[in-house]
Every structure is written in C-alpha cells, then in structure tokens.
C-alpha cells in the first residue's frame, strides 16, 4: 500500500520527472514559494516612515542601515563592538544643526 504525500517537497521527491514533466515543475515552484510575505511587507513599511524627513537628510548607506536595523529588530547587537569599530574609523563626520 502506497501512501500519499504529507507535504509538497515529499511529493516532489516521489514525482516522476520524465513522466510528469508539468507537475514536476509545478511542484517544484510550489517548494521554492515563500510561505508569508510579511519580511517583504515589513521592509516597505519601514522605507515608508523613513522615507519622509530623515531621507532628504541623510546619504543611501545611513538609509539602508537605519531600514536594515529596524528589519531585523530581534538581532542582538554588541554596543561594546559598535563603539570600537566607530571609534576607529577616522572619518567621522558629525553636522550639528542649530
């Protein structure tokens, strides 16, 4: 008695390819489909509140990096590291603004 596939990477792997081309191929798209859409949502939502006054005040890098920060918020991150590695770059550029 055959059973059937739980799961679409097991059906992939019992398709037969030289038979079943078409299926074969569907479910192949079907296994590489991302499940959620939701880190895609949360990067548009993040550009879009930076992209208001902070974008006409800073350069491409600092943009990338604010929105990459808020991303991945659950990153955990060494202020010790942070503050050596700024602390040893020369070019430190600071604008005050009055």
Same mark, same amino acid.
């Given at each position: 008695m055959n059973s059937? &596939?739980?799961t679409a990477i097991e059906a992939l792997a019992l398709c037969n390819s030289n038979l079943y081309l078409t299926i074969h191929?569907?479910?192949s798209i079907l296994c $590489?489909? &991302?499940?959620s859409v939701a880190t895609a949502e *949360?990067? !548009?939502s993040t550009l879009r509140r930076? =992209? $208001?006054w902070m974008r006409s =005040?800073? =350069?491409e890098e *600092?943009? $990338?990096g604010l929105a990459l920060m808020n991303i991945h918020c659950d990153t955990e991150l060494d202020i010790e590291d942070i503050i050596t *590695? !700024?602390? *040893?770059k020369k070019c430190r550029k600071m604008t005050f603004v009055l």
């Open positions: 059937q &596939p739980k191929s569907l479910l $590489t489909m &991302p499940v *949360r990067s !548009f930076l =992209k $208001t =005040k800073m =350069k *600092r943009l $990338t *590695r !700024f602390g *040893r």
